[in-house]
């Protein structure tokens, strides 16, 4: 079995990531505490997965395509969350966040359809 690895320290890929102005950034090593941010969010995927959907699901077998449906909406809870403060303005009811940056619409409202009670409006 062979693994193709890339070095980063091969002459054209050094080339490569000195003219793009690609600087690696390195933990040292047993080090997660010094990731921050990255190593939060992380955390918080890892919260996500393990305590909200495998555990409560209490799957015994995990196919990819069920992973990959679990991180697609991982990947959406932890977008949604807000990276500015909160505006308690009534009139400003936007709150920024990595999805409306990623997707460039900050009209992402949940659809009431008529077709619901009240019941199921809250349960929604």
């Known amino acids: 079995m062979k693994i193709n690895a890339v070095n980063v320290e091969d002459g054209q ?5 000195h003219e793009s102005r ?4 390195f933990n040292a090593p047993h080090s997660s ?15 996500i997965i393990l305590d909200g959907i495998l555990i409560s ?13 679990f991180m697609t909406e991982v990947c959406a ?10 505006s308690s303005d009534p009139n400003a009811p936007l709150v920024l966040s990595p999805s409306i940056l990623l997707t460039e619409k900050d009209d992402i409202l949940p659809v009431i359809s008529d077709s619901l009670d009240i019941k199921d409006m809250y349960r929604a």
């Open 13 to 17: 890929i050094r080339k490569f990531l």
């Open 22 to 25: 690609i600087q690696w950034l």
């Open 33 to 47: 505490h010094m990731g921050g941010v990255w190593e939060r969010m992380i955390g918080i995927a890892r919260r």
């Open 57 to 69: 699901e209490k799957m015994k077998s995990l196919t990819h395509e069920t992973l990959t449906t």
């Open 77 to 86: 809870i932890m977008n949604s969350r807000p990276i500015a403060q909160v």
